[in-house]
Structure formats: structure tokens, C-alpha cells
């Protein structure tokens, strides 16, 4: 994962964990420096990552 790609799932992160938008809000992926990226997903695993990390 490039940092732009880290900078963007983070943002997004952020946004769904805060209730300002949904999952299903986020977009599957996105055009980064010229290849599609996957972006929901790892919005996914970051969520569940912090999640682990505050109860554990």
C-alpha cells in the first residue's frame, strides 16, 4: 500500500468509525497513481485492527 492509498483508507476509516458515513458509502476501489485499488476492503481490516486494539 502506497501512502497515498494509506492516507485515503485511513480518512475513511476514521469517517465510518465516527458514524459520518456508512460502508457501503465507501467506494470498492479507486483510481491511485494510475492503478485501481481496492479500497473498501481495507477500510474493512483497519476498522477491525483498531477495534482489536481498544478492547485489547
Known amino acids: 500500500m502506497n501512502i497515498i492509498q494509506k492516507k485515503l483508507v485511513d480518512s475513511y476509516t476514521v469517517l465510518v468509525m465516527a458514524e459520518r458515513m456508512t460502508l457501503e458509502e465507501v467506494p470498492e476501489s479507486k483510481l491511485v497513481g494510475g ?11 483497519e476498522i ?4 482489536i486494539a481498544a478492547l485489547g
Open 35 to 45: 492503478v485501481e485499488r481496492p479500497i473498501r476492503s481495507e477500510v474493512e481490516i
Open 48 to 51: 477491525a485492527n483498531r477495534t
